[in-house]
């Protein structure tokens, strides 16, 4: 289901037919860096975490993480959405694309889009990011996009600390 369009992208909810592209982004060495190893080495892996993942908090929560589409091929270039985290006070927001989409503009425009969405269908009064402090790509592009650094932040006692970024909508 089609969540979101811009200029260049749509933003749809995953399914179970994007387990080989997710397979291929989240073992992507920026993605292992970056966001870290999430134990999806197969097929039925990347399926396990589409449905487990995205599609449960859709079930749930009406959001998630959404496939980011180049048009007009629908070519898939990456994830972007929304999360709602245990250990984090609000919804916050995130987005990973192939390298070989990066300095093109489509992360900011993806993420422009997905909280002019967070703001007015869903009328989130503040949205949270956060990120590793050596991710200079991801801070510079909250940052554009309006962000604050809070503070530096750990979503368990055992994880490296995070730069937590917040945005009010309001």
Not at 50 to 58: A, E, K, Q
Not at 92 to 102: K, Q, R
Not at 138 to 155: D, T, W
Request: glycine share 8%; with cysteine.
């Amino acid at each position: 289901m089609q969540i979101l369009e811009t200029d260049h992208l749509t933003l749809r909810q995953l399914e179970a037919g994007d387990a080989a592209f997710i397979l291929h982004l989240v073992n992507e060495p920026s993605w292992l860096q970056y966001i870290g190893d999430k134990g999806v080495t197969t097929l039925e892996d990347a399926a396990n975490y589409i449905r487990t993942g995205p599609v449960d908090m859709y079930r749930r929560l009406g959001f998630g993480l959404w496939l980011v589409e180049l048009k007009p091929e629908m070519e898939p270039i990456g994830m972007c959405g929304l999360l709602r985290r245990d250990t984090l006070d609000d919804v916050d927001i995130g987005f990973a694309l192939l390298p070989e989409y990066w300095n093109r503009g489509y992360a900011f425009e993806a993420a422009a889009a997905t909280l002019e969405y967070a703001k007015t269908r869903l009328a989130l009064g503040r949205v949270l990011a956060i990120t590793r402090p050596d991710n200079a790509a991801s801070c510079a592009l909250l940052e554009k996009l309006g962000f604050a650094l809070e503070r530096l932040v750990r979503l368990s006692p055992d994880d490296d600390e995070l730069r937590l970024y917040s945005l009010n909508l309001q």
